[in-house]
């Protein structure tokens, strides 16, 4: 299973890409679930994905499961998962504070 994580379901640059990566990535077979705060799904464009809260998030990873994010700062959060593989399929446009947050000894990412 993928989850991918997200700030907010609100209207702001990632959140459609995320979405859509999560449709597509189901739709070839990988299930892939979004996790938003509090599970909130954005309604201001179609999508498919299955949506779930960060506590639900928390209780369903598994070792086998992928955390996927593309906000730096929810690199926390995923390092906190149970995920056996973690991945950011992109960073923001702010190099040097994305570099921070993934710094020497933090590497539970791949950039």
Same mark, same amino acid.
């Given at each position: 299973?993928?989850?991918?994580?997200? *700030? &907010?379901?609100? !209207?702001?640059?990632? !959140?459609?890409?995320?979405? =859509?990566?999560?449709?597509?990535?189901?739709? &070839?077979?990988? *299930?892939?679930? !979004?996790?938003? *705060? #509090?599970? #909130?799904?954005?309604?201001? $464009?179609?999508?498919?994905?299955?949506?779930?809260?960060?506590? #639900?998030?928390?209780? +369903?990873?598994?070792?086998?499961?992928?955390?996927?994010? &593309?906000?730096?700062?929810?690199?926390?959060? !995923?390092?906190?998962?149970?995920?056996? +593989?973690? $991945?950011? *399929?992109?960073?923001?446009? =702010?190099?040097?504070?994305?570099?921070? @947050? $993934?710094?020497?000894? +933090?590497?539970?990412? @791949?950039?």
């Amino acid at each position: 299973m993928y989850y991918y994580l997200l *700030p &907010s379901a609100g !209207v702001y640059g990632g !959140v459609k890409k995320a979405y =859509n990566a999560a449709d597509l990535l189901t739709a &070839s077979g990988h *299930p892939c679930v !979004v996790a938003t *705060p #509090e599970g #909130e799904c954005p309604t201001w $464009f179609p999508n498919e994905a299955a949506t779930i809260d960060r506590e #639900e998030l928390q209780q +369903r990873c598994r070792r086998e499961d992928t955390g996927l994010l &593309s906000w730096p700062p929810d690199a926390l959060v !995923v390092r906190m998962l149970a995920a056996g +593989r973690r $991945f950011v *399929p992109m960073l923001g446009a =702010n190099a040097g504070a994305d570099r921070r @947050v $993934f710094a020497e000894g +933090r590497r539970e990412c @791949v950039a």
